[in-house]
T-cell receptor, first 110, second 114 residues
Framework: DAKTTQPPSMDCAEGRAANLPCNHSTISGNEYVYWYRQIHSQGPQYIIHGLKNNETNEMASLIITEDRKSSTLILPHATLRDTAVYYCIAAAFHASKLTFGTGTRLQVTL | GAVVSQHPSWVICKSGTSVKIECRSLDFQATTMFWYRQFPKQSLMLMATSNEGSKATYEQGVEKDKFLINHASLTLSTLTVTSAHPEDSSFYIC??????????FGNGTRLTVT
């Protein structure tokens, strides 16, 4: 899996959009960008994934740059329940094994 | 709903005893499952791959005699921490690949060894 780099922490006001960046400059052509989050004392939760097109689901949007060297996860209206560690992972399509980096600790505040 | 179930969610045991953690795939079969360990304020680290009907494969530095893995059926893998010590206290998480879907994880087991 290609290495990813994320800021260690971010703050976001409740109701505002949370934009979480991720660098994956060595991503290979067949690797997807996956985002998971881990709320305290729970297992990782899948959020979204994409290859090169922007993606949106009920949880978030994923914006991938044209050169695929970086991406941004957008939580459009963050709530307190979105406080978690967010992991960006570059991996093969629906890889059965994932390598986690240190992630971004997102703190949503009132 | 959850597709991977872990039990127990937390356990406290005395030093020197063994503790078993179960990981079940719900409504699908998993020939492989994965066990991760997470120390406080650290990321998940893969410990081992559980293979149905054959031996587990362990990551470098993980003691196979201490962390016994049994994948006796296509829906159940167990991790037994043998002769547990306080340094084994950690958050243990399993995952199981559901074909055609992103990897799903259990909700983890918090092990505290006193």
């Amino acid at each position: 899996d290609a290495k990813t780099t994320q800021p260690p922490s971010m703050d976001c006001a409740e109701g505002r959009a949370a934009n979480l960046p991720c660098n994956h400059s060595t991503i290979s052509g067949n690797e997807y960008v996956y985002w998971y989050r881990q709320i305290h004392s729970q297992g990782p939760q899948y959020i979204i994934h994409g290859l090169k097109n922007n993606e949106t689901n009920e949880m978030a949007s994923l914006i991938i740059t044209e050169d695929r060297k970086s991406s941004t996860l957008i939580l459009p209206h963050a709530t307190l329940r979105d406080t978690a560690v967010y992991y960006c992972i570059a991996a093969a399509f629906h890889a059965s094994k994932l390598t986690f980096g240190t992630g971004t600790r997102l703190q949503v505040t009132l | 709903g959850a597709v991977v179930s872990q039990h127990p969610s937390w356990v406290i045991c005395k030093s020197g005893t063994s503790v078993k953690i179960e990981c079940r795939s719900l409504d699908f079969q998993a020939t492989t499952m994965f066990w991760y360990r997470q120390f406080p304020k650290q990321s998940l680290m893969l410990m081992a791959t559980s293979n149905e009907g054959s031996k587990a494969t362990y990551e470098q530095g993980v003691e196979k005699d201490k962390f016994l893995i049994n994948h006796a059926s296509l829906t159940l893998s167990t991790l037994t921490v043998t002769s547990a010590h306080p340094e084994d206290s950690s958050f243990y998480i399993c995952s199981a690949p559901l074909p055609g879907s992103p990897l799903h994880f259990g909700n983890g087991t918090r092990l505290t060894v006193t």
